[in-house]
């Protein structure tokens, strides 16, 4: 009796061959301009502590309160999380490891994360992200610095249609004296607010102002305006981001609603958002957080940082043309002599850096030749026992009219790279 098959999780999808290429073009495009700004690859855990999440994103936010897979340890009773965001992660072990002990750094990272929440377009309970921490340095230069690296990576891409839009949300001194004021005016409002904003309204008000429901928007849009509570120095720092974008010619949106869903920023805060991807449209988001450290146990240390969203890039990349990484040839090999000679061909064309597939499971010359012709190779390398017992091969051209040559396998290789030139 057959059982039913095991299917993967809900919003956790495969990355099938067919569409590995566009994620490796992806890929690369990314660590080069990560490259090019100087930053080097950090690699922390999956799963962390519970606490390091509480901690640092807060207890108050959907990431931490609905949306975490966490368990607790059969072993030792430790309670761990599937990390949902990367910033925490890379500033505990920025801590752990003393990284900044001769200076600031400049990092990334890239890999899974984890949230459960609906699955929609763009958003998936297991998502992928490349993200970038400046820590350890202090003032709007790093702000620009990381907004012209996602432009210069925006380009490099090919994407059109990204918008940039920017915030302060000013000291966190300066949001304390503000919640009451907001506190105050949403009271008064409260007929109209849903019931996620009347569980938030005392926890985190902040939070109402980026509320996505379209029935709360005339109540936002009215609201008192963070910045117009903030002071000289918050303001200041705005201004010399802007300015700085300006002289970079990069064009921007000041968004006063703007705040973003963790508890940690403060200051600069953005988002590159693109309107073909629907209510899900920010790409890349981020901003300053310089109370971190400090909430994680260090000593008070400035960093700024953002993380692109993977999947909603590769939306926006869907229709590109990206050509897949195909074999430079197919060997194949009949009789007892040619079995054994075409193992040893094959090495000795990966050893030349050729990639190459050998052909497996026996077959007829004539099946094996077809198997060539489905592989998208672009030679058919064939060897019979003729050809082992003389230390040659047949070379046969695939995708294009051209004759078969024999062959010694240095000749082989040297024909099928002039070609590939």
């Known amino acids: 009796m057959s059982s039913k098959t095991i299917q993967a999780i809900r919003g956790m999808n495969d990355v099938l061959p067919d569409e590995s290429p566009l994620w490796e073009f992806v890929e690369k495009r990314v ?13 922390t855990p999956i799963v962390e502590y519970t606490e390091l999440f509480v901690r640092g994103v807060g207890e108050a936010t959907d990431i931490v309160e609905k949306e975490m897979y966490s368990f607790v340890d059969s072993m030792n009773g430790d309670k761990l999380s599937l990390r949902p965001e990367g910033t925490a992660p890379a500033v505990r072990a920025a801590l752990e490891h003393n990284l900044l ?11 899974p994360l984890f949230r459960h929440e609906r699955p929609q377009k763009g958003r998936y309970r297991q998502y992928h992200t490349f993200g970038v921490e400046a820590l350890g ?21 090919g994407i ?14 300066e949001r304390r004296a503000f919640r009451a004021t907001l506190i105050d005016y949403f009271e008064r ?4 607010l849903d019931e996620d904003a009347g569980r938030r309204l005392h926890a985190n008000p902040l939070r109402l102002l980026d509320s996505k429901n379209p029935a709360l928007q005339p109540v936002i849009e009215a609201a008192p305006r963070l910045m117009d509570a903030l002071g000289r120095e918050s303001r200041g720092n705005f201004e010399a981001v802007q ?32 309107a073909g991807l629907g209510a899900q449209n920010a790409i890349c988001s981020g901003g300053r957080y310089d109370g971190l450290f400090e909430q994680l146990g260090g000593k008070a240390t400035p ?12 939306l926006l990349l869907r229709d590109a043309k990206i050509a897949p990484v195909v074999p430079d040839a197919y060997i194949v090999r009949q009789g007892d002599s040619a079995e054994r000679f075409g193992g040893r061909v094959a090495e000795a064309m990966r050893d030349a850096g050729l990639s190459v597939l050998l052909h497996c499971g026996g077959g007829s010359f004539k099946s094996q030749m077809k ?27 695939l995708r294009e009219d051209a004759q078969q040559v024999r062959a010694t396998v240095t000749e082989a290789v040297a024909l099928i790279k002039r070609r590939e030139a």
């Open 31 to 43: 660590r080069e301009v990560f490259r090019q700004y100087g930053y080097r690859n950090l690699r």
């Open 101 to 111: 002990y001769n200076g600031p750094q400049r990092l990334w990272y890239g890999g």
């Open 137 to 157: 340095f202090s003032g709007p230069e790093i702000d620009v610095e990381l907004l012209q690296m996602a432009h210069r990576l925006w380009r490099n891409l």
């Open 160 to 173: 059109d249609g990204v918008q940039l839009q920017i915030n302060t949300i000013g000291s966190a001194a």
């Open 189 to 192: 409002h409260g007929a109209a």
């Open 243 to 274: 300015a700085g974008l300006s002289e970079a010619g990069i064009p921007y949106t000041v968004n006063p609603r703007l705040v973003r869903g963790l508890d940690y920023y403060n200051l600069t805060v953005f988002e590159w958002v693109n």
């Open 303 to 314: 960093g700024c940082g953002f993380g692109i969203g993977v999947e909603r890039v590769l």
């Open 371 to 397: 198997k060539a012709d489905a592989s998208s190779a672009r030679f058919a390398v064939i060897v019979g026992d003729d050809e082992a017992n003389a230390g040659v091969v047949s070379v046969k051209p």
